[in-house]
């Protein structure tokens, strides 16, 4: 192996093979900006696998970069994740100009929201200048179109000194098609195994150590060059191994004890579709060690009571009592028969801490694997918006936003991509057409190679300020800030969790806490006004929110504001509302 340097004066230069497959060497002359491949076999020259800079897109020179950076975050050292209200946002379709740079100048907003955690979708480099991150093929490498590795530290550094953490998504399942020239390098791949995606990462086989710490060694970069505070490892249920030693523990390992080095409070979600709690027990029972995994088990069972949809994975949801076991437990399918998958599913994640969840009614998947990428906005009503913002905000489990939900964007998210082969621009239309086979929708998807696919998805920021969307935003914000001051993460574990389904009304009540730190809240999902004897605890209960009240664009609450309950109260409630009430001694 060589290095071929582009820059002037061009040479090669070359490398000293070592054991397990490395090639190294001290080489002259080279300094930040210096444009290099690595020549293969005297012949062929490819971009670094490990490039951390690729400024002319995935064909092109690798660039070396310098690492120093004038950080000035050094009091930063994370937040518990408890704390975490995430915020997944897509750099490319954010802002008009979809930078990293760009993002920064909604920060201030954002904080004000109330939110705690921005999580990015996948910044490693990908084909173009619009994907959704999924097809990259360069890990170390931060997408040029985005401001590069300097952009996304100074984004990084930016969201610290307001007190906000950072969550990347990272890809270690599979690498995208166009530009992917690791398997040249290496047995980085398997034949054993397939993904959804094409050929499967070599965990487990022969020379897989090598391959592991490829990947570990991207987590560490992560957070030790730029900063990051959590990792979100994406599909790691198409990450296949059978090592004794899994790969998924040496990673949660490996990054926790890189925290421990920079005294930093640094995480790993995973996202996976097995409800395995394995990914998240502790190795001393099995376990991988991981902090959190995101649980689509609650967004399909209140995405389904509120939409009626019943195709696809949605077949397995749409009854109340789904969500009653989700805030109960986490999952829904905790071992029982799923129509969808025609087998058993899940196993049971009772008794498991509510941090360890996370949860959402809107994500880039649930939105972006719709035919046409339509949000929430478009399927429910006003009240039902609120009343899903009150769902996420008001559970027990880490809450994530996606972006614009909280004023009720009405832009889709559809899939969109920027590839140059045409057999591969070919291969993911086919692709999107299967993909929808089993939820039998009508039509089909927008072209996702077209330019206009991806700029149909760009934010409108001004919807915020007028109208519904902006009592949206306000009602969104009030949420956060009451979920904040009843202290619900912390109150849920010292207190306990109490969750009472009143049927066939379709009335939900949780309630956290003891004595006067003790709040409620009560959900009703019924289409039809609701006359019912609730079971309050004893005591007076200070009404803190009401989703009809006419500040929120309601027809006004019947209920009062002051509730004295010594076996129950009676209530009438409006259909598709929220209140939330606090233990007191009255106003």
Not at 224 to 240: E, S
């Amino acid at each position: 192996m060589e290095v071929h340097v582009v820059s002037p004066p061009e040479r090669v230069l070359p490398l000293r093979p070592e054991a397990r497959g490395y090639h190294s060497g001290l080489l002259d002359g080279i300094g930040p900006g210096t444009l290099y491949f690595l020549r293969l076999d005297g012949t062929r020259d490819r971009p670094d696998p490990a490039s951390r800079y690729q400024p002319l897109g995935v064909q092109g020179p690798s660039e070396v970069v310098d690492p120093a950076f004038p950080w000035q975050d050094g009091q930063w050292q994370g937040l518990p994740l408890s704390d975490y209200i995430i915020y997944e946002l897509h750099v490319g379709t954010y802002t008009p100009e979809g930078t990293f740079a760009s993002v920064i100048s909604h920060l201030d907003e954002l904080k004000e929201l109330g939110v705690t955690a921005l999580e990015l979708m996948p910044v490693g480099q990908f084909p173009g200048n619009r994907n959704w991150g999924y097809d990259g093929v360069y890990p170390f490498a931060v997408q040029n179109s985005y401001g590069g590795p300097r952009g996304l530290k100074e984004l990084v550094d930016a969201c610290h000194r307001k007190g906000l953490a950072v969550a990347l998504d990272v890809v270690y399942n599979h690498l995208g098609p166009e530009g992917n020239y690791l398997w040249e390098f290496g047995p980085y791949f398997t034949d054993r195994y397939r993904t959804p995606w094409g050929r499967a990462m070599n965990f487990d086989g022969p020379q897989s150590d090598e391959v592991r710490r490829f990947f570990i060694e991207n987590a560490l970069y992560w957070i030790a060059d730029f900063h990051v505070d959590a990792l979100r490892i994406d599909a790691v249920h198409a990450i296949v191994d059978f090592s004794a030693r899994p790969f998924l523990r040496e990673l949660a390992l490996a990054v926790h004890r890189q925290g421990k080095r920079l005294n930093r409070a640094v995480f790993v979600i995973a996202e996976s579709d097995l409800n395995d709690t394995r990914l998240i027990r502790s190795p001393k029972v099995g376990g991988h060690g991981l902090d959190a995994q995101w649980n689509d088990d609650f967004h399909h069972s209140l995405h389904a009571l509120l939409t009626g949809e019943d195709s696809g994975y949605y077949r397995d949801f749409g009854r109340f009592q789904d969500l009653v076991k989700a805030f109960r437990e986490g999952f829904v399918y905790s071992g029982q028969y799923s129509f969808y998958r025609q087998r058993r599913h899940g196993n049971s994640s009772r008794g498991i801490p509510s941090d360890r969840f996370v949860v959402f009614s809107q994500n880039h998947d649930q939105v972006g694997n719709r035919m046409k990428g339509d949000r929430l906005t478009g399927l429910v009503s006003f009240d039902e918006l609120k009343l899903a913002a009150a769902v996420v905000l008001f559970s027990p489990f880490i809450p994530l936003l996606f972006m614009g939900e909280e004023y009720g964007e009405t832009a889709p998210f559809p899939y969109f991509v920027s590839h140059t082969a045409p057999d591969i621009i070919e291969a993911v239309r086919r692709g999107r057409l299967d993909e929808f086979s089993a939820f039998q929708w009508a039509d089909k998807p927008p072209d996702p190679q077209a330019g206009a696919t991806f700029l149909s998805a760009k934010l409108n920021h001004r919807l915020r300020h007028a109208g519904e969307n902006r009592v949206l935003a306000l009602f969104y914000k009030e949420l956060i800030g009451l979920r904040k001051a009843t202290r619900l993460s912390a109150s849920s574990v010292r207190g306990g969790k109490r969750v009472t389904p009143c049927e066939p009304e379709r009335v939900l009540m949780v309630s956290y806490g003891r004595g006067m730190d003790e709040v409620l809240g009560v959900f009703h999902f019924g289409s039809r006004a609701a006359y019912l004897t609730l079971p309050f605890p004893e005591g007076d209960w200070n009404k803190e929110m009401d989703s009809s009240d006419q500040r929120w664009l309601g027809p006004g609450s019947p209920v009062p504001s002051l509730i004295g309950s010594e076996k129950g109260a009676e209530l009438s409630l409006l259909p598709h509302t929220f209140l939330l009430f606090k233990r007191g001694k009255g106003k």
